[in-house]
């Protein structure tokens, strides 16, 4: 990589550290260019030759956290082995980014509540999850195809595994007591693949 190309990563990474520093401890709303700056160690003139607003470095910080997980759920239905296997892995590193991610989960919640008031968001957010829902769709498909589940609507079982592993972590994020990750990692999965493996006779 070319000197010049590394230390334009090397200065992006370095804002965008600021940045989730910053809007986790102040919020989003009181964040400004300048504690973004005076964090970053860099001059005002650094930081908007890299990003314009605070728009833009919102939609950067987002980008990088569901970028990586996007890349290694999608990896999933290119691998071999059975459906139900590529499920169990999808929601275990699903469950381990959640733990990863522990101390960011008040500005998770921030960016959905931001989407209510930003299309930009809001359209960043859907086509995230429009994705995660096509990885898992794309699974269980495969899945029907080849006999070992049952026929079933794949996208809005997809959506249903979403919306349970989603819904756990918003209960762990209120009251991390109602959430024992080390059980709740496996059991909701298995029970809907009780419901959609087919029996062996």
Wanted: aromatic share 10%.
């Amino acid at each position: 990589m070319p000197a010049k190309k590394e230390i334009e990563e090397t200065r992006r990474r370095q804002i965008l550290d600021a940045a989730e520093k910053v809007f986790t401890t102040r919020g989003i709303d009181k964040a400004r260019m300048d504690d973004i700056v005076q964090e970053s160690g860099l001059s005002k003139g650094a930081l908007y030759w890299y990003f314009k607003s605070k728009d833009a470095i919102i939609r950067a910080v987002l980008d990088r956290v569901f970028i990586y997980e996007m890349r290694e759920a999608e990896a999933l239905v290119l691998t071999e082995g059975s459906s139900s296997e590529r499920l169990k892995t999808f929601v275990a590193f699903a469950v381990q980014e959640y733990k990863r991610f522990e101390k960011m989960l008040p500005l998770a919640y921030e960016f959905v509540a931001l989407a209510a008031r930003s299309k930009a968001i809001r359209e960043a957010i859907v086509g995230y999850f429009k994705r995660y829902t096509a990885i898992l769709t794309e699974i269980i498909q495969q899945g029907i195809d080849s006999g070992e589940f049952q026929p079933c609507d794949p996208e809005g079982t997809a959506i249903s595994v979403i919306a349970m592993y989603e819904g756990l972590a918003m209960l762990w994020f209120i009251e991390p007591e109602l959430v024992d990750w080390d059980h709740m990692d496996t059991a909701p999965i298995e029970t809907i693949l009780a419901g959609l493996t087919v029996e062996k006779s």
